[in-house]
């Protein structure tokens, strides 16, 4: 990871000599060994606290957006999972790809003091769906197996009573401070109704302990099918909750009504959830899903 | 100086006749929550998840119903706390932070709300004998060998060395099983302690130049700007700290009347203050400036240099980006270039 590393520093000086960039967003070292933080570097000068490696496990696509307007273009370093967030991004219209340098940056798996994040225990892929260049090397292309979905066919096979129970101790741990959202490179929308006194559900207190257990699930339906499974949820929840298997359900589902489909890849399209087609699963098929 | 096996401490629990809160480990996460039959409890757990600022000043709580009901309007107020209570296990960084929420909770005018549960409660507090890598409390003068509190436990071995410090301590220490002791093994654990807090990484934060004659300089540095890019304004830095003290009221319309409640609200949240004219902290960069201003110059300037941070380090462990006071006290102090 150091020879990545030392070349993507090398080429964000060169950019940024050569004003190709007006400024690169990577990630800096913190107070400990595994406390890095995304950061912003604006000169060669700033560009000595850059670091790449195994600690750099935000994702920086849903940074981009405070770049947008911003003079001259932002270098953003990009892992596959991040690229594909990134993407989807662009198909939605909230980032302008002309005001972003993008380098793939080779990605073995990214870890925090507990070891392997959780995100990437299940890693979806070494391609980038979007750049101007990669940084690579062989290893970092090695995918190693996984079943993403294990646990949401767990989750499956249990009893709406035990499923039930299951996510109300989990979501009754939530102290709604929204981190999940904010992180979340779906969630884009400029004001959301939970932050405007207007709307009348500006949540900063539940009115019943099944409120906030409500909210995760409403929100997982309004990412649906726009998810890209970067797993930023489940990484920032400051209360643990396994946030990433209600969007995972829904990848699962919808996979198996309508194909396989991974958000954030390619252009413009309709996506399984904004198209018709004939062969749609009928909403009738609730009642032969689940069990009991 | 008494002591008690530590294979005797739940059983002293259940034998307290008020309600006892204290840390409690659950799905993995260690809490403080009142002591029933059958909780897990977590009490050498260093540094619980939330602090215990919720037993005297809760996320939640209401204030008053309005009923309407026809021309008539009922008003029924929340009750005050009235019963006497346990607050066991604490550490030394949590209940300094008590102190802190005092010069604003029980200033003029005094917040009856919490007053009452401040009075009520009985503070059992633990000496850290493990401190974590995050830890730096020392920075702010406070002592984990001996906490601020009626009755103090140090763990020694597989004993707890035990010691009031107030009378309503000596009364509740009194009446446990507990058998006389010797001051060394306490002394000798609390110089351990010492030691230990004294490798830890952040033991020797420098807070020079954090105070009200350098308010406009800090406030003005161009530093702000890094220190708060990643910043995803999820408030749960003020939501696990044991002195962040703000809070909202609101009422909600239950349809036939009014629910008055009041909840902790964050500066990291762009609706906060939020005024018909507008917000004065647009973004995330005021508003986090507006948390460590307050923690480290704000506070102290008003209150005789006392700061609202006691070195906790939830913040250190919570942030999901690892932002956090360790980072902004080194790039901002004086003492750290």
């Known amino acids: 990871m150091q020879v990545i590393a030392n070349a993507i520093k090398k080429r964000a000086l060169e950019l940024l000599a050569d004003g190709t960039v007006a400024r690169v967003l990577g990630w800096q070292p913190g107070e400990q060994q595994s406390d890095w933080s995304p950061a912003l570097f604006e000169s060669a000068d700033d560009m000595k606290d850059f670091v790449y490696g195994k600690y750099a496990g935000a994702n920086l696509s849903k940074t981009c957006l405070k770049f947008n307007k911003a003079e001259g273009k932002t270098l953003v370093v990009l892992k596959p999972c991040d690229a594909l967030s990134f993407n989807q991004l662009l198909k939605e219209h909230r980032l302008n790809r002309d005001k972003f340098y993008i380098i793939g940056a080779g990605c073995k798996g990214m870890e925090d003091e507990n070891g392997l994040l959780l995100k990437c225990q299940c890693c979806k892929g070494k391609t980038f769906e979007v750049f101007d260049e990669v940084i690579d090397d062989e290893e970092s292309r090695r995918l190693p197996p996984s079943d993403r979905f ?40 400029q004001k959301c109704v939970f932050d405007n006194p207007d709307s009348g559900v500006a949540a900063k207190a539940n009115t019943t302990d099944f409120e906030e257990n409500m909210f995760h699930i409403i929100r997982a339906f309004h990412v649906a099918g726009r998810c890209t499974d970067c797993g930023e949820c489940s990484r920032v929840c400051p209360q643990h909750i396994p946030l990433h298997l209600l969007n995972r359900k829904f990848i699962k589902d919808i996979d198996e009504l309508y194909g396989d489909y991974q958000a954030g890849i390619g252009e413009e399209e309709r996506t399984p959830l904004t198209t018709y087609t004939k062969t749609d699963a009928d909403p009738g098929v609730v009642h032969e899903r689940g069990n009991e | 100086m008494r002591k008690f096996a530590a294979s005797q401490a739940e059983s002293i629990i259940r034998s307290i006749p008020m309600p006892v ?63 006497d209570y346990v607050l066991f296990g604490a550490r030394a960084c949590d209940i300094r932070a008590f102190k802190v929420l005092d010069k604003v909770f029980l200033a003029d005018p005094v917040d009856t709300y919490y007053a009452a549960r401040r009075q009520h409660g009985i503070i059992v507090a633990m000496a850290c004998g493990e401190p974590l890598d995050s830890c730096f409390c020392g920075v702010f003068g406070v002592d984990p060998a001996e906490p601020e509190a009626d009755v103090i436990l140090w763990k020694v071995g597989e004993e707890y060395y035990a010691d009031s410090r107030t009378e309503k301590g000596k009364k509740l220490l009194d009446s446990w099983p507990t058998q006389p002791a010797e001051e060394a093994p306490v002394k000798a654990a609390k110089a351990d302690i010492a030691k230990k807090l004294d490798s830890k990484p952040f033991a020797h934060l420098n807070l020079k130049g954090f105070d009200g004659d350098h308010m406009k300089e800090l406030f003005a540095s161009p530093k702000w700007k890094q220190l708060s890019l990643a910043c995803l304004g999820c408030g749960s830095c003020t939501f696990a700290c044991p002195t962040c003290q703000c809070y909202d009221i609101r009422d909600y319309d239950t349809g036939h009347g009014v629910q008055r409640y009041r909840c902790w609200d964050s500066c990291m949240y762009s609706d906060f203050t939020l005024m018909a004219a507008g917000t004065p902290r647009p973004t995330q960069l005021e508003r986090y400036r507006q948390r460590f201003m307050h923690k480290l110059v704000y506070f102290p300037a008003n209150n005789d240099g006392m700061y609202s941070c006691v070195g906790c380090g939830r913040c250190v462990r919570k942030c999901p980006m690892n932002l956090n006071i360790v980072k902004v006290i080194k790039a901002l102090g004086e003492g750290n270039k």
């Open chain 1, 150 to 189: 294990e646990q949401v066919a767990r989750l499956e096979k249990m009893t709406h009573q035990e499923r039930f129970d299951f996510w109300r101790s989990e979501l009754s741990r939530c102290i709604r401070c929204n981190a999940c959202r904010n992180v979340c490179p779906a969630c884009t929308c």
């Open chain 2, 21 to 83: 809160y204290l840390p409690v480990e659950k799905e993995g996460l260690v809490e403080y929550a009142r002591y029933e039959e059958g909780v897990k409890l977590a009490l050498d757990t260093c540094k619980t998840e939330k602090s215990p600022k919720d037993v005297l000043f809760p996320q939640w709580e209401d204030l008053m119903h309005f009923r309407v009901e026809g021309k008539n309007i009922t008003l029924t107020e929340q009750e005050r706390c009235s019963q």
